[in-house]
Structure formats: C-alpha cells, structure tokens
T-cell receptor, first 116, second 109 residues
Framework: EAGVAQSPRYKIIEKRQSVAFWCNPI?????LYWYQQILGQGPKLLIQ????????DSQLPKDRFSAERLKGVDSTLKIQPAKLEDSAVYLC??????????????FGSGTQLSVL | GQNIDQPTEMTATEGAIVQINCTYQ??????LFWYQQHAGEAPTFLSY????GLEEKGRFSSFLSRSKGYSYLLLKELQMKDSASYLC??????????FGQGTELSVKP
C-alpha cells in the first residue's frame, strides 16, 4: 500500500517569498491534515479537511497561510509571504474516517522549510 | 486549555527498560496515541489506549490512567534502533489529535 506522498522534500526560500507544498494522501482516506513541526516540538495542527471541506483551521495563520483540497484527494498548503518563524517541517497526514475513536493517522515524510 | 507534558530528553542503555511518561489536560478525551519519529522521518503509530490499563505489543507497552490524566510508554530490551523521538498525542473534543512536544530517547551501547 502506498503511503502519504509529499513534495518537495526540502525547500529554502528568503523571507517574504512564497512557497507551496503538495500532499497526496493514502487512497481512500477521506480526512487530510497539515501539521507544522518546529524543531524540538511536537506537530501542531494547522488545518484538517474532511473530503474537500475544512473541519478545523483554528490554528492556521490565515493572513499568510492558505490550503485547499479541491477534489477531495490531493492538497496544497501555501505560505505567502514567508517569515523566518515559518522555518519548520510541514507534515501531511491522512486517515480513513471510519468514525472509530482508535483511527490512526498516517504521516508523510514532510517538507523541511528553511526561511532565510 | 489543552496541555500535554512529556520529558524533553531521556537516555538509556542497550538491553535495558525505559519508561516515558506523559500527562495531559484536554477538552474531552477520546483516546491517547503514542507515535515514534526517527530524525528526518515521518511519525509512525505505536499504540492506542482509550480504557485504563496496560496494552502490550511486543517490546512496547502503553499504560493509561484517565482519572490521573497520565500515560506511559514502556520499552523493553532496548535496541540502538529505538533511538528516536516518542510523541504522546491525545484525541480531544471533536476528534482533534493534539501532540506533546515529544521525548528524545538516546540509546547508548
């Protein structure tokens, strides 16, 4: 079974530039998550999609971050303009959405972003 | 508010046993997960607890006490490959999964 695919693997940009990350979840997984993981910290949820609808984006800095999942499969996360504090690993995860409490998340390898 | 606490770092010896603790205060509780994350890699699922007690899975066991807001991950017969970050995560109200900061475990020969 193919896992969660993310690209690019690494990205280096200068502050005030724009950047976009792409995620392809596991086939059949209705729920997709974007997490931000700053070095030495646990992942922080930025946005959660159920199919192509947003379930939770309470911690997404909406003045600079945007995300979409137009056809309920692939998703893109964009930062415009980037700040130094956005340097982090951006993890995409997906889950089946069976409704079970024990439903686990499957993570991609992440995109490591460095903002200079 | 939501708070999940774990020790930042731990060191243990190959072949030994180590216990990684996690305490939590969250809005609602729908289960607690442990994930393992090797440097530069994706977190991978280790265990899930929703009822009090111990869940054993090979060399790894996880314990939960809901009344105390407390869990631990027990790793037995430590191997060098167990050096990684261990993330405690609680599924709270609305199904949201909230992670602790992670515990960086170093296994020494």
């Amino acid at each position: 079974e193919a896992g969660v695919a993310q690209s690019p693997r690494y990205k280096i940009i200068e502050k005030r530039q724009s950047v976009a990350f792409w995620c392809n979840p596991i086939s059949g997984h209705a729920t997709l998550y974007w997490y931000q993981q700053i070095l030495g910290q646990g992942p922080k949820l930025l946005i959660q999609f159920q199919n192509n609808g947003v379930v939770d984006d309470s911690q997404l800095p909406k003045d600079r971050f945007s995300a979409e999942r137009l056809k309920g499969v692939d998703s893109t996360l964009k930062i415009q303009p980037a700040k130094l504090e956005d340097s982090a690993v951006y993890l995409c995860a997906s889950s089946l959405s069976s409704g079970a409490q024990r439903e686990k998340l499957f993570f991609g390898s992440g995109t490591q972003l460095s903002v200079l | 508010g939501q708070n999940i606490d774990q020790p930042t770092e731990m060191t243990a010896t190959e072949g030994a046993i180590v216990q990684i603790n996690c305490t939590y205060q969250t809005s609602g509780f729908n289960g607690l997960f442990w994930y393992q994350q090797h440097a530069g890699e994706a977190p991978t699922f280790l265990s899930y607890n929703v009822l009090d007690g111990l869940e054993e899975k090979g060399r790894f066991s996880s314990f939960l006490s809901r009344s105390k807001g407390y869990s631990y991950l027990l790793l037995k017969e430590l191997q060098m490959k167990d050096s990684a970050s261990y993330l405690c995560a609680v599924r709270g109200q609305g199904g949201k999964l909230i992670f602790g900061q992670g515990t960086e475990l170093s296994v020494k020969p």
